[in-house]
């Protein structure tokens, strides 16, 4: 079994931060691509940042300059720390995690959600 465990999100005031995680458990034997999409109310979703195994990362526009993706490969972690935090980021954020199995095989595994609600 696998699961990703996500903690972090919350309420907070326009112009602050909070830091969102995400760790992976089971059997694994490695983890490639780790990152965040998040889904508004009435909107699609969209990825928000990614982060390779190799530490290369991307993010949507509208969060360049004020999220920050990175990952701790030890802990089997993924974060996103936001800062100066708008009420258009007020969403239900999904972490994932592409993962290989100890037994070989593959595939994207999502966590439950997390909700950010930001107040203008």
């Known amino acids: 079994q696998v699961q990703l465990v996500e903690s972090g999100g919350g309420w907070v005031q326009a112009g602050g931060s909070l830091r969102l995680s995400c760790a992976a458990s089971?059997?694994?034997?490695?983890?490639?691509?780790m990152g965040w999409y998040r889904q508004a109310p009435g909107k699609q979703r969209e990825l928000v940042a990614g982060?390779?195994?190799?530490?290369?990362?991307n993010y949507v526009d509208f969060v360049k300059g004020r999220f920050t993706i990175s990952r701790d490969n030890a802990k089997n972690t993924v974060y996103l720390q936001m800062n100066s935090l708008k009420p258009e980021d007020t969403a239900v954020y999904y972490c994932?995690?592409?993962?290989?199995?100890?037994?070989?095989?593959?595939?994207?595994?999502w966590g439950k959600g997390s909700l950010v609600t930001v107040s203008s």
């Open positions: 994932y995690a592409d993962i290989i199995r100890d037994y070989g095989g593959g595939m994207r595994y």
């Open positions: 089971g059997s694994i034997f490695t983890i490639n691509a």
């Open positions: 982060i390779t195994s190799g530490g290369s990362t």
